[in-house]
């Protein structure tokens, strides 16, 4: 069995920070390797669904990121393996999203992005836990969290709020962190969350973990510069 398995896009990222240009793999690979960067004995399994491309522009200065992307250039079915955690990205741009009701076994999390509205809501009644940036919301939270198994995480440049299926939110702060590069921050997220509550199984502790965890990454990141 494996510890976490990874569902969903892959893509080849092209970023710019001002005139300086990287490659780098995303989606699917942030996740990955934030993984592996905080507990390399994790058995990580990769199933991609969709595999894309996408253009980044990011701005250190104002602690932004924009992008275009092309998410959906092929697609196959992925195989279903046994997991204790199973993660998706990114629900709302997936090309097919049948193989999420054939998941059966451990936890399930999904993350959205920007761009398509999630169309089929009823998809959320087989997730545990779903993250959504607040620049992503397309519709009130209220409407989102009857139909999530346990949590909806929403994040934020200054924390997150999360809310259970019962109505209880657990708000997190945190300091905002100037001059650093935000991409990706959401799949971080997602990945200290999924480290976390796989060691200790208590939500409240595993986001205040995460946040605390990912401030001290980027601030040691942004001393680099």
């Not at 991609?48 to 196959?76: F, H, Q, W």
């Not at 509205?117 to 009823?122: Q, R, T």
């Not at 992503?136 to 969290?145: G, Q």
């Not at 969350?193 to 208590?202: A, K, Q, R, T, V």
Request: hydrophobic share 35%; with cysteine; net charge negative.
């Amino acid at each position: 069995m494996y510890d976490v398995t990874l569902y969903g896009h892959l893509t080849f990222d092209r970023i710019f920070d001002g005139f300086k240009k990287d490659n780098s793999v995303g989606s699917m690979g942030n996740v990955w390797h934030h993984l592996n960067n905080i507990n390399s004995t994790l058995k990580i399994n990769l199933e991609p669904t969709d595999i894309g491309e996408a253009l980044i522009l990011v701005n250190k200065e104002k602690s932004e990121r924009a992008s275009v992307a092309n998410l959906n250039m092929k697609y196959r079915t992925p195989f279903i393996s046994k997991s204790k955690w199973s993660h998706i990205l990114y629900l709302n741009e997936l090309s097919d999203t049948s193989f999420v009701k054939k998941i059966n076994q451990g936890i399930i999390s999904a993350d959205l992005c920007r761009g398509r509205i999630l169309k089929d809501i009823s998809i959320l009644n087989h997730i545990d836990f779903l993250f959504i940036s607040d620049e992503d919301l397309f519709t009130d939270i209220e409407e989102l969290y009857p139909h999530i198994k346990t949590a909806i995480i929403l994040h934020h440049s200054g924390g997150s709020v999360c809310y259970t299926r019962d109505g209880y939110s657990i708000k997190t702060d945190v300091k905002i962190l100037d001059n650093i590069n935000v991409l990706g921050c959401g799949d971080m997220l997602a990945s200290y969350f999924i480290n976390e509550f796989l060691n200790n199984g208590d939500i409240e502790k595993s986001i205040k973990m995460s946040h605390k965890l990912i401030s001290n990454y980027l601030g040691e990141e942004n001393e680099k510069i």
